[in-house]
C-alpha cells in the first residue's frame, strides 16, 4: 500500500527554524510530482511548495526565500526546511504524491496523501 509518512512538526517563536520529513513506501519519490501543502484553522488547504521529476521545485508566494524543498533519493524523502517562520504559517502540513504528467500546486493534482504533522508558530 503506498504511503506517506510526515514527521517534523512542532512549536516554535517566530523566526525559528523547522525541518519537516515525508518519508515514501512503495515507490521511488523522483518518479512523480510531490507538494507540501497546509491547512490552518478554518482556511482551505493550501500548496506550499512541490518538486516536479527533474528536481525542479516551485514556491508559493507566501513561502518563497523562507522555505527550502529537496529530496533525499537514497532514504527516499521529501523534506521541507522552513526558515523566520511566522504565525502565520501556522497549520497542519501535508506531503503528497501527484498523478499528472506535468507538475502544479493545484490539491486535484495529487491522489495520496500524508496524516499531516502540526506546525505551531507563536509571536
Known amino acids: 500500500q503506498v504511503q506517506l509518512v510526515e514527521s517534523g512538526g512542532g512549536s516554535v517563536e517566530a523566526g525559528g527554524s523547522l525541518k519537516l520529513s515525508c518519508a515514501a513506501s512503495?515507490?521511488?519519490?523522483?518518479?512523480?510530482?510531490l507538494a507540501w501543502f497546509r491547512q490552518a484553522p478554518g482556511k482551505d488547504r493550501e500548496g506550499v511548495a512541490l518538486m516536479g521529476r527533474s528536481g525542479y521545485s516551485y514556491y508559493a508566494d507566501s513561502v518563497k526565500g523562507r522555505f527550502t524543498i529537496s529530496r533525499d533519493s537514497a532514504k527516499n524523502t521529501l523534506k521541507l526546511q522552513m526558515d523566520n517562520l511566522k504565525p502565520e504559517d501556522t497549520a497542519v502540513y501535508y506531503c503528497?504524491?501527484?498523478?499528472?504528467?506535468?507538475?502544479?500546486?493545484?490539491?486535484?493534482?495529487?491522489?495520496?496523501w500524508g496524516q499531516g504533522t502540526q506546525v505551531t508558530v507563536s509571536s
Open positions: 512503495e515507490y521511488r519519490i523522483n518518479r512523480y510530482c
Open positions: 503528497a504524491r501527484g498523478n499528472k504528467a506535468l507538475c502544479r500546486l493545484y490539491q486535484a493534482d495529487y491522489d495520496t
